[in-house]
């Protein structure tokens, strides 16, 4: 068993400071009125402002629905203001968050809402026609619509909106009887901070689901105590780097993720900063502006956004001075895209390392001590272990399945006793379903899903490890890489290559494969592709190009 190293410890690392999370935005907005909270589609809040928002949206919550302490409600938002708004209510009226993609298809919705037991949503009206579509299918009874702009102030809210209608066409026609507009909440309300229902930090705070990797995606059941734990956790690794109600982090990453939504519903309000929001990150040329003009002080990604914006023309434009804080997460971060990252912003990106199950932080690299290819250390007040098939626990440097316990670890699966039993032991570790790998200084390298794992004539190939030798040739942007079913040696590695230009072959991609890798390691189909499927937080979905390739021989075979 493997705990953290030491950490230099900041003052109040106390998980139980507060006893859920009502208790620290109360705390925030008593200390930080006047600082800048949140911005998007370029109109800031304060977080007084944040406060008198949230406690009209919890009044209406309260006393003009038939919600109860306990029930869920989803959000189906980008990010917008709206958002952190409806967040801290919901939490104010003792409810359950669901976070919900907003480009879920209906089955998707339906699947959450119904396994979720959702009796109430906040919806953009872009989405609205889906939601009308399965309503009726789920418990959902209290629907409250609202537009792209609905929180910016008066003729900016009328101009983007009607864009939004008119010009981009982004509101389909819906009808929602009994449906809710935000307008006709937020400045019509008044609330009393008593009014407000005490939950306990065991009570079950948001439901995020995850990626549903391994069939049906399943909710983890966060508790008050998990999510105010990580948080304390995660300021005290950052806290050399993030400096209290002065800076201003980038959002990109939309914050029904479980990564964005700590960093800028938890971590960035509890040091009372300012979170900017992206509500569109696919947008590039957008956020290149927005990261010019803000000249911020940290900045949330993950590989294929740092890539991105590393390949960007007008990237050499924008004045990183004031930048002393880059993270990464959600997948693993090459080391190839670190560096250049860290050649044009000349600021290091701290790798770190969570699951959903885990609220989500486990390790992160720390400031002066990162080490390019691994997740860092271990958060404090966690533990890991390294374990063979059997449970066994493997001697430090071994390839194993990694396990997790701390306080941020999960409740459990929402309605799923079962999967509950087979991911937590019963003295509280958690089963990532990931290989890693710790050193003897404690780093931990995460080498890749157990459950994407190649055996190729009974050796282990990581799709990680052939990816990163992959992209490191100048004509490749970037790769993935997965196991198919041969006769044989049981399987082989398949390799989908985005290239720069056309001129790079099959042949040459084999050969620079060969130069790095070991016989077994070297993939024995190379496929071209314009692009690679990911997820909306950029993610290489290598799930589905397996799924789109056994589709085809199954095909071939009938």
Known sequence: MTAAPTIAMVDDLDPQKYSHLYEMYADVFKKYPENPAFT????????????????????????KTSLQPGDRIAIQLPNVLQFPIVAIAAVKAGLVLVNTNPLYTEREMEH??????AKGIVILSS???KLERIVKHTQIDTIIVTDVGDALPGLKRLLVNAGAKYLKKMIPSYHL?????????????????????????TDVAIILYTGGTTGVSKGAMLTHANLLANMMQLRAVSKSVIHDAQDSIIGPLPLYHTYAFMMHCLAMVYAGNHSILIPNPRDIDGLVKVVRESKPNGFLGINTLYLALCRHPKIAEVDFSQL???????MALTVSVAQEWTRISNCEVFEGYGLTECSPVVSVNLPGQVKLGTVGFAVPLTQLQVVDDDGQVLPQGDKGELWIRGPQVMKGYWGQEQATAESLTEDGWFKTGDFAQIDEQGYIRIVDRKKELILVSG?????????????????????????????????KVKLFVVRRGDKLSVEEVIKHCRAGLTAYKVPKEVEFVDELPKSNIGKVLRRELREQELAKLGNDAS
């Open 459 to 491: 050796f282990n190939v990581y799709p990680s490890e052939v990816e990163e030798v992959v992209n490191t040739h100048e004509d490749i942007f970037e790769s993935a890489a997965i196991g198919l079913p041969c006769e044989k040696t049981g399987e």
């Open 324 to 330: 002393r804080f880059c993270a990464a997460g959600g």
């Open 177 to 201: 009887p009994g449906a809710v507009k935000w307008n006709t909440i937020i400045g019509k309300q008044t609330f009393n901070a008593n009014e407000a229902p005490v939950s306990s930090g």
């Open 112 to 117: 959450q809402f119904i396994d979720s037991g």
């Open 127 to 129: 989405f609205a026609d």
């Open 40 to 63: 998007a589609l370029g109109h800031t809040i304060s977080f007084a402002q944040l406060e008198q928002l949230s406690n009209e949206f919890c009044h209406y919550l309260v006393h």
